[in-house]
């Protein structure tokens, strides 16, 4: 099985105004500084036509999170999601709430649905509803082997796919979001995995500057 990380687009097939989230931006000195907290994002197998769809946020407190070091993230984080909810942690933010974002982190979605694929540019961040046009979100990337037990068959396993991409919280100048400026985009996956045609019921979400630091 293979993931995406070095199928990265070429910038030169997309506007400077609306930039391809699979562009590679990592290596570039000004989006260098590695995230070290995700935004979780899990879709439960289908039942009846519907998805439970929860969202979590996981803080390292061990430094940055490496990108080698995702797999094993996402995998452990959706073996979370499976748990009762009172065993969870962490737990899923309110279903109510909005998404403001104050962090550089990554941002997961996961479904828990072996039967589920991914596109091969199975996020698009777009203008919709408001929204800006990319210039912040970059370096998907794509799994398709997130091995989690088959809850059916005790002592097999399943592979499901999840994506990725680091928000970098910058602007369009590509320096960091200045305080207390924001920034709304519209996210949208395909497929999309709860039949929506975006990942959340409201417009997406919302950078609000300045990028939160680190844990001490």
């Known amino acids: 099985m293979t993931d995406s ?3 990265a687009a070429d910038e030169a097939d997309f506007t400077e105004t609306n930039l391809d989230p699979y562009l590679k931006r990592r290596h570039k000195l000004k989006f260098s500084q590695r995230p070290w907290c995700a935004y979780f994002f899990y879709f439960g197998p289908s039942k009846d036509g519907k998805r439970r769809f929860e969202r979590y946020f996981y803080p390292s407190l061990h430094g940055p999170i490496k990108r080698k070091h995702l797999r094993d993230l996402i995998t452990q984080l959706a073996l979370n999601a499976r748990l009762p909810y009172a065993k969870q942690n962490p737990q899923p933010f309110d279903s109510d709430a909005k998404n403001v974002w ?3 982190s990554y941002m997961i979605a996961l479904v828990d649905d072996p039967t589920f694929k991914f596109d091969d540019k199975a996020i698009k961040i777009g203008e919709s ?3 800006k046009p990319n210039h912040t979100f970059f370096d998907a990337k794509n ?3 997130i091995r989690l037990p088959d809850p059916d068959r005790p002592n097999r396993y399943q592979y499901v796919h999840a994506v990725c991409v680091v928000n970098h919280m ?3 100048s590509e320096e960091d ?3 207390g400026e924001e920034e709304n985009f519209m996210f949208s ?3 999309d995995p709860a039949g929506r045609g975006a990942m959340e019921t409201d417009d997406g979400g919302k950078n609000l500057g300045p990028p939160a630091p680190p844990p001490a």
């Open 143 to 145: 799994f398709d082997d």
């Open 129 to 131: 509803g408001g929204g």
């Open 102 to 104: 104050t962090r550089k």
């Open 189 to 191: 996956f395909h497929p």
């Open 170 to 172: 910058k602007k369009a």
């Open 177 to 179: 979001i200045p305080d």
């Open 5 to 7: 990380d070095d199928n």
